[in-house]
C-alpha cells in the first residue's frame, strides 16, 4: 500500500506529484547538510492547483502528495519513491494529526476573509517536523474576492518551506491571480472499470454491486462508495428516476418538484443533526455550561455564531443533495439520448433501463437535448442563490 493507492485512474499525476515529491526530499536534504539549493527548474513548486469534475479525486491528490512530502521512509535514502504509506509522516497526515499539514474543507457556501486570514497566519510558521508546512485547501473555488485577495500575497510569495494546494472543478473557478501563480494539475473522470476496482479492494464490496454503483454515478469515487453502501441512497435515487414519466401534466410537475425539493431537506437535515448536536455540547462544555444549565454571562455571542454557522452549512448540504439529484437526472436523459442515436454504449441507470427504452421511443433528440439543458439551467439557478423551490419547478415544466 502507498498514498498513490486511492488516486483511481490518474497515472500521469501520480507520476508528476512523485517526481515533485522526490525532488522535495532532495532540496531538504541539500538545505540540512548546509547547501543553497533552488526549487527553480525542479519538479517541486510552492504552489499547486488540482483540478477535475466531481469524483475525479482532487482532493485525493492533494492529500496524498501531503503524505509524500512529509514521508520519512528509510527506503528514501536507498533511492525509493516517497510516499510508502506505513511511516509516521504518511500516517499521520491521512489520520489528520500530523503537525505541519493542514487541510481546509468547508460545508459553508463560502471562504470568507476572516477564515482566509487565519491560513495566510499559520503559513507563515517553520514546520515543527523539519521539513514542509503544507496547506491543502479543498474548497479553493467558494474563495469570496477579498478571501483570494488576501491569499493571493501568501500563494505569491511563500515562506521557504510552506506549500498551497488548492483544489478547484476548473482554472476558472480560481482566481485569475491565484492560478497564474501555481503548477496547474488536471485529473480525468476515472474509468467506471477502476472505480469498481477499488470499491471491491478497498471497502469490500460484491464486484456486481460496485460496477452497478460506479457506472450509476459515472465514475464518481465518492457517490460510487454511497451509493453501494447506503440503501437510503439507493432509494432516493430511484425516486429520482422515475421523475420523468411522471411529468404529464402541470400538477404532476409541481407535485414533483415539492417532492424533489423536500427529499433533498430531509438528507440534509439527516446530515447535519447528529453534527449540529455534538458542536453545540461541545461548545456548551468549553464555555462552562454544565448540562441543563444556563450559559455564563457573556458566551451568548459563541453560540449565536455557531447556530449561524450552522444554518449556513445546511442550506450548502440542502444544494448539494440537491445537485446531486440533478446529476442522476442528467444521466437518465443522458441514457435516453445514446438509445435515440442508437449507441450501443452502457446505460449509466441500467435499473431505469424500460422507463429510458420508453422515453426514448416518445420524443425526439432535440426534445432530450432541451430536457438536458434545462436541467442545467436549473443547476446553474441554484449556484445563483435562486429560491430552490422556483428553480426545481420551472424544470419540471421545461421537461414536460
Given at each position: 500500500?502507498t498514498?498513490?493507492d ?10 508528476q ?16 547538510s548546509?547547501?543553497?539549493?533552488e526549487?527553480?527548474g525542479?519538479?517541486?513548486?510552492h504552489a ?5 469534475p466531481p ?37 499521520t497526515?491521512f489520520?489528520?494529526?500530523h ?8 460545508d459553508l ?23 514542509w ?8 473555488d ?7 485577495n488576501?491569499?493571493?500575497k501568501?500563494?505569491?510569495?511563500p ?14 473557478d ?12 488536471a ?16 471497502d469490500?464490496?460484491?464486484p456486481d ?13 465518492g ?5 453501494a ?13 422515475k421523475?420523468?414519466?411522471r411529468?404529464t ?5 409541481l407535485?414533483?418538484a415539492q ?19 455534538k ?5 456548551r462544555?468549553?464555555l ?13 455571542g459563541?453560540?449565536k ?7 449556513r452549512?445546511a ?7 440537491l445537485?446531486l ?7 437518465f436523459?443522458?441514457?435516453?439520448l ?21 422515453v ?6 432535440e426534445?432530450?437535448l ?9 443547476r446553474?439557478?441554484?449556484d ?17
Open positions: 500500500m498514498v498513490w486511492d488516486l483511481v485512474g490518474q497515472d500521469r499525476v501520480t507520476n506529484l512523485t517526481a515533485a515529491a522526490r525532488d522535495a526530499h532532495a532540496y531538504v536534504a541539500a538545505v540540512d548546509g547547501a543553497e539549493p526549487l527553480a525542479s519538479a517541486m513548486t499547486w492547483l488540482f483540478t477535475g469524483g475525479s479525486g482532487r482532493s485525493t491528490a492533494a492529500r496524498a502528495f501531503a503524505a509524500a512530502l512529509q514521508c520519512v521512509s528509510p527506503d528514501l535514502a536507498l533511492g525509493g519513491p516517497p510516499g510508502c504509506g506505513f511511516c509516521d509522516g504518511c500516517h497526515t489520520v489528520g494529526t503537525a505541519d499539514v493542514d487541510v481546509i474543507r468547508t457556501l463560502t471562504i470568507g476573509v476572516k477564515e482566509t486570514r487565519e491560513l495566510v497566519r499559520r503559513a507563515q510558521l517553520s514546520p515543527a517536523g523539519g521539513r508546512q503544507v496547506i491543502v485547501l479543498e474548497d479553493a467558494r474563495l469570496t474576492e477579498g478571501a483570494g488576501v491569499l493571493l501568501a500563494v505569491e510569495e515562506a521557504p518551506r510552506t506549500v498551497w494546494l488548492l483544489c478547484a472543478p476548473s482554472t476558472e480560481a482566481l485569475p491571480t491565484i492560478r497564474s501563480r501555481c503548477r496547474h494539475l485529473l480525468r473522470t476515472p474509468p467506471v472499470a477502476d472505480v469498481a476496482d477499488v470499491l471491491v479492494r478497498r469490500g464490496i460484491e454491486v460496485a460496477l452497478t454503483a460506479a457506472r450509476a454515478t459515472q465514475g464518481h469515487i457517490r460510487a462508495r454511497r451509493l453502501t447506503d440503501e437510503a441512497a439507493r432509494a432516493r435515487r430511484a425516486a429520482v428516476l421523475l420523468p414519466e411529468l401534466d402541470i400538477g404532476g410537475c407535485r414533483a417532492e424533489l425539493v423536500d427529499a433533498a431537506a430531509a438528507d440534509a437535515k439527516q446530515l447535519a443533526e447528529e453534527r449540529d448536536e458542536e453545540t455540547e461541545e461548545l462544555a468549553a462552562g455550561a454544565a448540562e441543563g444549565k444556563r450559559l455564563p454571562r457573556g458566551t451568548a459563541a453560540m455564531e455557531l447556530e449561524d454557522r450552522q444554518k452549512r442550506t450548502r448540504t440542502q444544494r448539494d443533495a445537485d439529484a440533478l446529476i442522476d437526472l442528467t444521466g436523459y443522458r441514457d435516453v445514446a438509445r435515440q442515436f442508437g449507441s450501443a454504449v452502457a446505460l449509466a441507470g441500467g435499473e431505469s433501463a424500460s422507463a429510458v427504452e420508453r426514448a421511443a416518445a420524443s425526439r433528440p426534445q432530450t432541451r430536457r438536458m439543458e434545462a436541467v442545467l439551467d436549473c446553474r439557478a441554484l445563483r442563490n435562486v429560491a430552490p423551490l422556483l428553480a426545481v419547478e420551472a424544470m419540471t415544466m421545461a421537461l414536460r
